[in-house]
């Protein structure tokens, strides 16, 4: 009862500071759309102009995790993203761990361990890191948020692959990287961010080597019926109500994603849809932010924060409907010799980087004063 009640008060604080931070609740109405039909392209561009620019997302993606990624870290650790579950009980935390070692091996990357990586979308540096130790790999981590890269430089040289990981502030859209320069490009979670997301998939077929594999899991919405132009109009209204909480421009299916690789000329591409092994991720985190602890954080870090929180079971919702869908694709770059300009060597990682310097250390106090411990979800230990 104690337990219950402390959760009722928690839940009501959390309702006064929506109220405060301005958060709507509900899903708002969609202009221009009559109920339950499906609209046209032009009216879903109208409502992608409702929303923010491109600068205005890229200020605000970063300006989200420089205030969230402290919280979630002391929480989760160091994986910023779902877990895979399958029929044992775990730890969340190797639940996220498993999630980038059935990626790897489903993509077929283990069979061909890449030398240099990057990752696209890195947040404090978990997958690199795990990459790094599993390959014997170098590579480079890229995130608009100087908080994470920050975060994500001093974690990995107090774990002793300081030399072989680099992080950077860098858009995915405009990577400041030479054509060819790695043998696998990692991005977790981070495609669902891209306001052009073919310009996204343009820009990880460049940087990747003749050779070299694209891996990309993304939040998406459900491929498209035959005959239907867009999706429907409450589809489109929870994921704009989600889209407001986590500055998402719009989302694309999985089958978007795969015209848009084989556009750049990808080979043996394939996907799958790992919904049904995420199921248990949100509830989860909604588990998580009822923690007294994790609570305290959750205020201290604002509004955005906030705003991200409440619209967790809209996620939920999304996948029950079998609107939001957790993809993931994989293709490989071949290039024939006869269309390879001249042969290049393998670009050294001192050439892809700038000269080395000292990673920005913010000034907000999530910065890189040294954070307790991970609980790893002791409390809980399964889900």
């Not at 759309?33 to 600068?55: F, I, K, M, P």
């Not at 043996?268 to 909604?286: G, H, Q």
């Amino acid at each position: 009862l104690v337990v219950a009640a402390m959760h009722i008060i928690i839940i009501g604080a959390v309702c006064c500071c929506a109220c405060v931070a301005g958060v709507r609740t509900r899903i708002p109405p969609l202009r221009g759309a009559r109920s339950g039909s499906v609209y046209s392209r032009a009216t879903s561009d109208a409502a992608q102009a409702e929303l923010r620019t491109v600068e205005e997302l890229r200020a605000g993606i970063a300006g989200f995790y420089d205030s969230s990624s402290g919280v979630w870290e002391k929480v989760w650790g160091e994986h910023m993203h779902h877990g895979f579950y399958d029929d044992s009980r775990k730890d969340h935390v190797q639940a996220q761990v498993d999630m980038i070692d059935k990626v790897l091996e489903w993509s077929g990357a283990d069979d061909a361990p890449p030398t240099s990586v990057l990752d696209v979308g890195c947040g404090i540096g978990g997958s690199s890191r795990h990459i790094a130790r599993k390959y014997g790999s170098s590579g480079i981590g890229i995130t608009l948020s100087p908080v994470q890269a920050a975060r994500a430089q001093q974690l990995s040289n107090d774990q002793g692959l300081g030399e072989a990981l680099s992080f950077q502030v860098a858009d995915a859209l405009r990577m400041p990287f030479a054509d060819n320069s790695f043998d696998l490009i990692w991005s977790m979670e981070s495609g669902e961010h891209m306001p052009d997301k073919q310009q996204f998939v343009s820009e990880l077929a460049r940087v990747c080597k003749p050779g070299g594999r694209v891996i990309v899991v993304a939040w998406c919405h459900r491929d498209l019926e035959p005959g239907e132009q867009a999706l429907a109009m409450r589809e489109e209204r929870l994921l704009r109500t989600i889209n407001r909480a986590y500055f998402l421009p719009r989302w694309c299916s999985v089958a978007d994603y795969m015209r848009y690789a084989s556009e750049q000329g990808l080979s043996e591409i394939k996907r799958d849809d790992w919904t049904d092994k995420v199921k248990r991720f949100w509830p989860a985190v909604i588990l998580s932010a009822l923690r007294p602890r994790a609570f305290v954080g959750l205020l201290r870090s604002g509004t955005k924060t906030i705003r991200g929180a409440l619209v967790m079971p809209l996620m939920i919702r999304g996948q029950r409907r079998g609107l939001v869908k957790f993809g993931l694709w994989t293709g490989r770059k071949t290039s024939s010799p006869s269309s390879l300009p001249s042969p290049v060597p393998p670009t050294p990682l001192s050439m892809l980087v700038p000269p080395p310097s000292a990673p920005p250390v913010p000034s907000s106090p999530i910065a890189v004063t040294g954070a307790a411990a991970p609980d790893g979800f002791k409390w809980g230990g399964t889900f």
